[in-house]
């Protein structure tokens, strides 16, 4: 059975530090994708970034960066200079390709608190 | 940009009562997803679509049942609710069957159950 673990329950930063989320994942099938997505106070979760499991390029977009290592099962989200509208709950997923109806697996989030 | 939109917000109910949650998406996407998120627990599978009366258990549907009458639509029916169901019920679809498709997020319905 597939499982994504993201073992910071929340963290706490004060504007201008980098901070990186930890993802780690479960699985024994060799196809399937990774997401992040954000969830900010409004409520609706946004996609970030999808990363397929032949792609271990790390990949950067702005202020944000996603490190992918199948050696350690993992896919860590650094947002670099973190501001105050980064204050968000972060979830990373997974999604298997080899079976029917592909479900996206969750993990439980982490909180992600920038002060000013 | 593809819109999903959850016709409540907030709702409070009474044991017992019938509920519905209603979810609309505008760009004909095939998928729609309910999810449930409860703190710790990150999000949960309800039940999905993959086209119009068409239905899939997720992992917790216990409780819950689902209609989709119309490709746009996907309501969340709860017979009976109870207070184990208060949480925040979150709305999602994708375009596709098939595939490591994006889901694109309703703005959520947080249900409190007394």
């Keep these: ?116 | 940009d593809v819109k999903v939109t959850q016709s409540s917000r907030y709702l409070v109910k009474r044991t017992g009562e019938k509920v519905f949650l209603e979810c609309v998406q505008d760009m004909d996407h095939e998928n729609m997803f309910w999810y449930r998120q409860d703190p710790g627990l990150g999000l949960r599978l309800i039940y999905f679509s993959y086209d119009v009366k068409m239905k899939e258990k997720g992992d917790i549907p216990e409780g819950y049942s689902v209609s989709r009458e119309k490709k746009e639509r996907f309501s969340l029916i709860l017979e009976s609710a109870s207070t184990n169901q208060t949480s925040m019920y979150l709305c999602a679809s994708s375009l596709r069957p098939s595939g490591a498709n994006v889901l694109t997020f309703g703005a959520g319905s947080r249900l409190t159950v007394l």
């Design chain 1, 1 to 116: 059975a597939q499982k994504v673990t993201q073992a910071q329950t929340e963290i706490s930063v004060v504007e201008k530090e980098d901070v990186t989320l930890d993802c780690v994942y479960e699985t024994r099938d060799t196809t399937y994708y990774l997401f992040w997505y954000k969830q900010p106070p409004s409520g609706e979760l946004v996609f970030l970034i999808r990363r397929n499991s032949f792609d271990e390029q790390n990949e950067i977009s702005g202020r944000y960066s996603w490190n992918f290592q199948k050696s350690t099962s993992s896919f860590n989200f650094t947002i670099t200079a973190s501001q105050v509208v980064d204050s968000a709950v972060y979830f990373c997923a997974l999604i298997l390709m080899n079976t029917g109806f592909q479900k996206l697996v969750f993990g439980t989030g982490t909180r992600l608190l920038v002060s000013p």
